[in-house]
Nanobody, 126 residues
Framework: QVQLVESGGGLVQAGGSLRLSCAVSGRFASIYSMGWFRQAPGKEREFVATIRRYDGRTYYADSMKGRFTISRDNAKTTVYLQMNSLKAEDTAVYYC???????????????????WGQGTQVTVSS
């Protein structure tokens, strides 16, 4: 089926930046949109951002606007999350996901996505 592999996480000081990547591979008919979620210890998984594959339209959670940027590569098989001005409260496991067939936009909930990566840890020290 679909494989998603996140990378780019790590330890960074408050105010710093990280760029996360999610590579998509496997056998699938199509991808309508891709998204990023995050989950901090003891908390529920939280929507971060999504991007529509064919035209690059983006949508962000209100708390992420101005600091995070979602993008895709030219082949439309990799999605990125540029994270700037990081804060301690950004510490979480970050997950990427794909919506294979959906035509609804935007998709902001976990149940709306069809496949998930294993996550990459982001730790921000204060």
């Amino acid at each position: 089926q679909v494989q998603l592999v996140e990378s780019g996480g790590g330890l960074v000081q408050a105010g710093g930046s990280l760029r996360l990547s999610c590579a998509v591979s496997g056998r699938f008919a199509s991808i309508y949109s891709m998204g990023w979620f995050r989950q901090a210890p003891g908390k529920e998984r939280e929507f971060v951002a999504t991007i529509r594959r064919y035209d690059g339209r983006t949508y962000y959670a209100d708390s992420m606007k101005g600091r995070f940027t979602i993008s895709r590569d030219n082949a439309k098989t990799t999605v990125y999350l540029q994270m700037n001005s990081l804060k301690a409260e950004d510490t979480a496991v970050y997950y990427c996901a794909v919506d294979l067939y959906g035509s609804r936009w935007p998709r902001r909930y976990q149940y709306e996505y069809d496949s998930w990566g294993q996550g990459t840890q982001v730790t921000v020290s204060s």
